[in-house]
């Protein structure tokens, strides 16, 4: 247990779906990740939040649509998805962001999403 | 950009040492980790280095770092079956920055 809980585990949907995954951490921490992680590829980076505020977006497609209402919150809400989005999606959560510190991140379980 | 590198599998003899080795292009990092994913389970920080050590050793773990060859690697003796697992290097750049960078991954498979 983590501190971090991720739902769905599982998701599958259609390419003209709307589904939407959810982030919550018990840890009082202030900045909060969204990860993608493919077979083979880096983990990658999609949105940063600290403070509720987004401080970065890596260049993804608008299809990902994230939501930070709290700072104990995440979301990242999927429309008209592609086949190639299917991946482990990752939340995590840090205090005061990955830079700072010793920049320890606190990862949830994953959302393993496949889009048909 | 910054560019962290990992090979993707290692295999090795339980009881031997594993060594996994990443290399990384930012000169700038402040820290260097180790995480550590099981499987169907999340990331978690295994260990992490400051950019000014060139060792860290905690228990079975050694972490080395070669700043000149921007070279880490992660050292585990008596390598056992609940080190089978994903390995993660990461990152960060310049202090203050919100991200870390991570590589591929390596799994680790442990061989009876």
């Known amino acids: 247990e983590t501190g971090v809980t991720q739902t769905p585990r599982h998701l599958v949907m259609g390419m003209t779906n709307k589904k939407s995954l959810k982030c919550e951490q018990h840890?009082?921490?202030?900045?909060m990740y969204w990860y993608k992680q493919s077979a083979k590829k880096p983990l990658e980076l999609m949105f940063v939040?600290?403070?509720?505020?987004?401080?970065e977006n890596n260049s993804v497609p608008s299809r990902f649509s994230p939501e930070c209402p709290n700072s104990s919150h995440l979301f990242l809400h999927l429309h008209t998805l592609q086949p190639e989005d299917s991946a482990l999606y990752l939340c995590?959560?840090?205090?005061?962001?990955?830079?700072?510190?010793?920049?320890?991140?606190?990862f949830g379980e994953g959302s393993r999403l496949t889009v048909l | 950009g910054e560019d962290v590198e990992q090979s993707l599998f290692l295999s090795v003899r339980e009881g031997d040492s594993s060594v996994i080795n990443c290399t990384y292009t930012?000169?700038?990092?402040?820290?260097l980790y180790w995480y550590k994913q099981e499987p169907g389970a999340g990331l978690q920080l295994l260990t992490y280095?400051?950019?000014?050590?060139d060792m860290k050793q905690d228990q079975r773990l050694t972490v080395l770092l070669n700043k000149k060859d921007k070279h880490l690697s992660l050292r585990i003796a008596d390598t056992q079956t609940g080190d089978s697992a994903i390995y993660f290097c990461?990152?960060?750049?310049?202090?203050?920055?919100?991200?870390?960078?991570f590589g591929t991954g390596t799994r680790l498979t442990i061989i009876p």
């Open positions: 995590a959560s840090s205090q005061d962001g990955a830079g700072r510190g010793t920049g320890e991140l606190f």
């Open positions: 840890l009082g921490h202030n900045a």
């Open positions: 939040y600290s403070l509720e505020e987004r401080v």
């Open positions: 930012d000169s700038s990092s402040t820290y």
């Open positions: 280095i400051f950019s000014n050590m």
């Open positions: 990461a990152e960060t750049g310049n202090f203050g920055n919100e991200k870390l960078t």
